[in-house]
């Protein structure tokens, strides 16, 4: 069980520090309270309204946080559960007189949920080789590799059925005939059709096969993503932006494990740094996308959806980013990251 001091962030950490704490805690808050006095509350989501106003990860944390957070005293405790329904979030401090933060109530730990529920369909890329999964996709297809006890697949349709989602196409190829026969014996309370691709097309170019299916907008998703994410949110935020493209990207921070050197115009060393760090966006392969795309795609077409995306950016059509941290995303592309996903996934279970 968490102990309240482990959610407490320095007055002077970076938002680089409050991320790396996040992850730590595997929680979506944290709090500014020196000596225990709560001053600020900051969330996963207050990050990445900081960042989408131009904010970097050097910058104090302290200006992406929340100085006026809600909180109950002690006396109050038992409206707990009221408060965390009525404002919608997941966290709730309670502070003695003093203003001491003695314990935090958790909208999980009280069957509140706070999440946006949206019942739009999902489109998942399903017809890849896998090839960087051989041979484990000599034997299956990506979708259906197990990650624990289910396909990773149908791991990814239960957080999306988890917001409200129901409708599921898959765009298949490679041994598409397992893939078909497992979800058709499979029992669920939400459906799955299959739109064949004969030949491979890309990310993106299969989209031209759900032409006059598609009315609305959508969730389009590879088939190895796993998000923690507000799916119901993520709608929210595409809708009140006006994005034909809304792409869910992961904050990452990277060290690079040597020295680098940069080379001068004359062959000499213009600049030698020792293991830098770097921190950028990386795209996690999971969409909004409005309907239009799918009418205007080209049939038959070979085509990546990020090239689909930078055709319509350079067109002047509005594209945006859903910023999450970087603990929210889990990728199984590659064996390695395979067998991390099936370590977290048994840490939460």
Not at 308 to 317: F, H, K, L, N, S
Request: hydrophobic share 40%; with cysteine; charged share 25%.
């Amino acid at each position: 069980m968490i102990q309240v001091e482990e959610l407490f962030l320095p007055q002077d950490a970076t938002v680089l520090e409050a991320l790396r704490k996040l992850d730590e805690t595997g929680q979506r808050i944290l709090f500014i309270a020196p000596q225990g006095h709560l001053e600020a509350a900051l969330t996963d989501g207050d990050i990445r309204k900081f960042f989408l106003r131009g904010g970097t990860p050097e910058q104090a944390a302290s200006l992406a946080a929340n100085y006026h957070p809600l909180s109950l005293p002690i006396a109050e405790r038992g409206r707990a559960r009221e408060v965390l329904q009525q404002n919608r979030i997941d966290a709730l401090p309670i502070l003695d007189k003093r203003g001491v933060i003695t314990d935090i109530v958790f909208a999980y730990g009280l069957d509140v949920d706070n999440r946006k529920h949206t019942d739009i369909p999902v489109v998942m890329m399903a017809g890849g080789l896998g090839t960087r999964l051989y041979p484990y996709t000599k034997i299956l297809p990506k979708p259906l590799i197990p990650v624990g006890e289910q396909p990773i697949s149908e791991l990814i349709m239960d957080r999306f059925r988890d917001f409200g989602c129901r409708q599921f196409t898959m765009i298949v190829n490679y041994k598409r005939g397992m893939i078909k026969s497992y979800f058709g014996d499979l029992e669920k309370d939400y459906t799955v059709d299959f739109a064949d691709e004969d030949v491979f097309m890309g990310t993106g170019g299969g989209l031209c096969l759900l032409k006059g299916k598609i009315h609305s907008p959508f969730f389009f998703t590879n088939c190895d993503t796993l998000l923690d994410v507000d799916f119901g949110d993520v709608y929210e935020y595409h809708k009140k932006n006006g994005n034909l493209v809304t792409m869910i990207c992961a904050f990452k921070h990277y060290t690079v494990p040597y020295g680098v050197v940069e080379l001068g115009p004359d062959g000499g060393i213009a600049a030698m740094r020792e293991k830098p760090e770097l921190d950028f966006l990386t795209n996690t392969g999971v969409y909004v996308v409005e309907p239009r795309v799918v009418d205007e795609m080209k049939d038959g077409e070979v085509i990546g959806f990020p090239d689909v995306i930078e055709r319509y950016r350079a067109a002047g059509e509005k594209v945006g980013v859903y910023p999450i941290a970087e603990s929210s995303w889990m990728d199984m592309g590659q064996m390695e990251e395979l067998e991390k996903m099936r370590r977290k996934l048994e840490n939460q279970s």
